[in-house]
């Protein structure tokens, strides 16, 4: 549909007497003045706004106070015909069905999320906005690759930078939680990468490269969310990730996202929909061959099985996952794959085990997901949960104990909600022992861990 020339705009352009040029150039130094980067626009960046079409957000605001300061007189975005836009309350949970469609939405949830917007914050855990996605992943036709007809010309030193600033957050994620280091990274999607995708020149080819970039550090800030149990928030991140990997046509990608979401549906105990979610993520698996993400959707299934007290195919499962981790070709995989190692399935076992009672065999895998890479604070400190719970159940309180005090230790370190979650859980499992010295000696131990 043909948009309508923005005659508000124009005539405000007149009165003030501003070019193109320089009304861009002042709304480019605003936004530096504000701490909003990455504004690059143009005469015709102009051009287009007065042909009718909308600056993303927060633009037209910046636009009103230059006009303001100018003509001496209050100016709002809607004086410049460019009214405030309403934020739908279901933002980020539709899996859209074109990539034009998907960066307009994703933009903006993470404005959204910058801005701290309560509904964000407020929202619950959706299962059919989940499962809507997931069936969409799947049966969506291929679509045209992703391309940009912007102004900015985006290269692969773009792309790198996107995939160093991913890399680096999820080092410190993993050392100190989520709640350390999240906002940092979706200021860095809405300023740093909001433009590229917006007002970016790119081909198939690169275009391809910045939507799975992005969908890697989309998924990260999801994963985030879900660490500091913002379950709303982070299946949208995660839903939204899983349509740029879509666009970028990233198959691998999308099994990953798929079994991270089916973590999450396990972990706030929705195992139904979370085995939905692994079997998806099998199917995403089984199409690109890579084993270890096989593995891992098989262990997951596993898991959701043992939540659902299903003992036999819950083996099965696990059988199903040994075998895939077995034919792995970790040099030939994604490097975003390199943190599902032997401890990591190990430990993934030992929570199967521990979910359905098997103290023995939870402690047996337990031990071995502790021979880790040393860098994974927090996922030491769940693994050192999983010892303790596997040894309460097979009856050796004193080792209990010395693994649940390592694990509580690690989680006053980190600011990370799920840590306390499994802190809380240890502490339960523990409370029908209170009166026996070694959990009297481990209360005084961590009396002062008072934030876990």
């Known amino acids: 549909m043909e948009r309508a020339p923005n005659r508000l705009l124009q005539r405000l352009i007149a009165e003030a007497g501003f070019s193109h040029k320089g009304l861009a150039r002042r709304l480019n130094d605003l936004g530096t003045a504000r701490g909003i980067g990455g504004l690059r626009y143009d005469h015709s960046s102009v ?5 009718g079409q909308r600056p993303r957000d927060p633009v037209p605001d910046l636009l009103a106070e230059i006009f303001a300061l100018r003509l001496g007189r209050p100016v709002g975005s809607g004086d410049l015909g460019m009214p405030a836009c309403a934020i739908p309350l279901d933002l980020g949970q539709e899996f859209t069905r074109t990539w034009q469609e998907g960066i307009a939405a994703v933009t903006a949830l993470w404005r959204a999320d910058v801005e701290r ?3 964000l914050l407020d929202s619950t855990f959706a299962i059919g906005a989940g499962s809507a996605g997931a069936v969409r992943w799947l049966t969506l036709p291929t679509e045209g690759h992703p391309t940009g007809k912007g102004m900015r010309r985006v290269g692969m030193s773009d792309i790198a930078a996107i995939r160093e600033v991913t890399r680096s957050f999820g080092e410190l994620d993993n050392r100190f939680g989520g709640g350390r280091v999240r906002s940092a990274v979706v200021k860095y999607l809405d300023t740093a990468v909001s433009p590229l995708l917006h007002d970016g020149s790119y081909g198939d080819a690169t275009g391809r490269e910045l939507a799975s970039a992005t969908a890697e550090l989309t998924r990260l800030a999801g994963w985030m969310a879900y660490d500091l149990e913002q379950h709303g928030l982070a299946q949208r991140y995660l839903l939204q990730a899983l349509r740029l990997a879509r666009g970028a046509g990233d198959h691998s990608l999308g099994g990953e996202i798929l079994a991270g979401m089916s973590h999450q ?8 929909h979370a085995l939905d979610l692994a079997r998806a993520a099998t199917l995403s698996a089984r199409r690109v061959g890579v084993h270890t993400l096989l593995a891992e959707a098989h262990v997951l299934e ?15 499962a696990l059988h199903e996952a040994e075998l895939a981790f077995d034919r792995r070709r970790p040099g030939d ?5 390199g943190y599902f190692d032997e401890a990591y399935l190990s430990a993934k076992f030992a929570h199967c085990f521990r ?3 098997d103290g023995a065999r939870a402690v047996q895998h337990a031990r071995r997901s502790l021979e880790m890479d040393t860098r994974y604070v927090r996922g030491r400190m769940f693994n050192l949960s999983l010892l303790s719970a596997g040894l309460i159940q097979s009856g050796d309180l004193d080792e209990a104990c010395v693994a649940a005090a390592d694990a509580l230790e690690l989680a006053a370190e980190l600011q990370s909600a799920r840590t ?3 802190a809380a859980d240890l502490r339960k499992r523990l409370e029908p022992f209170e009166g026996e010295s070694p959990v009297r000696a481990l209360t005084e131990r961590t009396r002062e861990l008072t934030s876990v």
């Open 265 to 272: 549906a396990i972990y706030i105990g929705q195992p139904s």
């Open 47 to 51: 051009l287009r706004w007065i042909g």
């Open 420 to 422: 306390r979650t499994y």
């Open 117 to 119: 917007r309560r509904f």
């Open 355 to 357: 979910d359905l009672g």
């Open 302 to 316: 596993a898991h959701a099985l043992a939540a659902l007290g299903d003992r036999a195919s819950c083996s099965a």
């Open 333 to 337: 995989e994604p490097e975003w794959l």
